[in-house]
């Protein structure tokens, strides 16, 4: 499905050169994005870009942008898109030395995949792959209201913020799927059982892509 020089370079456990990798790990409020986010930076060694963690930073350090992100995340509510995409470039553009990036929690819009589809070309360094994971919703509540207790994180506290933030995903993130279905870069992953299963399952779409 994927040219072998969209994938040429990927650092893949047998040790071949990485030259660029981008990747968007995607999926609904408590698909388990993060943690397996964490796993595939470790594998391929590539650079974490958590829009949701990005946000939280701010917010704790009280920073203009903290500022204007607080109170639509708090209701459980997307980030305007031109502030979030303005966000996302100068992060891309901090980090030069980067091998490739994992995107996660964005893009959440249209029109954040366009922006981003057309700053990382311009750049010459598209979107590799998509990992999209799928979780029945009732396992996503389970999840998030679980961490919730630990998390400290206002918004997985409600039930009526979780339910804004799938309403959120539902009408403005979904239809992302399409957006990159159409491009040939969609991969859907089952996003049900062990950590490590799941994770084995990321890494299997990754490798068969970069071998056909
Ligand atoms: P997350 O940690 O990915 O669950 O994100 C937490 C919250 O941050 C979301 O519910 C949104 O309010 C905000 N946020 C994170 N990423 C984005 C994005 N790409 N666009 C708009 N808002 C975002």
């Avoid at 698909?31 to 870009?49: F, I, V």
């Avoid at 679980?146 to 799938?166: M, P, Y």
Wanted: with cysteine; charged share 30%; proline share 3%.
């Amino acid at each position: 499905m994927f040219g072998r020089q969209a994938f040429a370079g990927l650092l893949l456990s047998d040790g071949i050169q990485v030259i660029m990798f981008n990747l968007v790990i995607f999926g609904p409020p408590g698909a388990g994005k993060g943690t397996q986010s964490e796993k595939l930076l470790d594998k391929y060694q590539l650079t974490h870009l958590s829009t949701g963690d990005v946000f939280r930073a701010n917010i704790k350090g009280e920073t203009e942008l903290g500022l204007l992100a607080k109170s639509f995340i708090d209701r459980g509510e997307l980030v305007p898109d031109e502030v979030t995409i303005g966000m996302v470039k100068d992060f891309v553009e901090d980090r030069v030395s980067a091998r490739g990036f994992v995107f996660d929690g964005f893009p959440r819009t249209i029109a954040q995949g366009e922006a981003l589809d057309h700053f990382l070309n311009e750049r010459g360094t598209p979107i590799n792959i998509v990992l999209a994971l799928e979780v029945d919703e009732d396992e996503l509540v389970r999840r998030l209201l679980e961490r919730g207790k630990i998390s400290g994180r206002a918004d997985d506290q409600s039930e009526a913020t979780i339910r804004t933030r799938f309403n959120e995903y539902l009408q403005k993130t979904e239809p992302l799927l399409e957006y990159y279905e159409k491009q040939g870069k969609l991969n859907r992953v089952h996003g049900m059982g062990s950590i490590d299963d799941i994770f084995a399952r990321l890494v299997s779409c990754i490798e068969d892509a970069s071998a056909s």
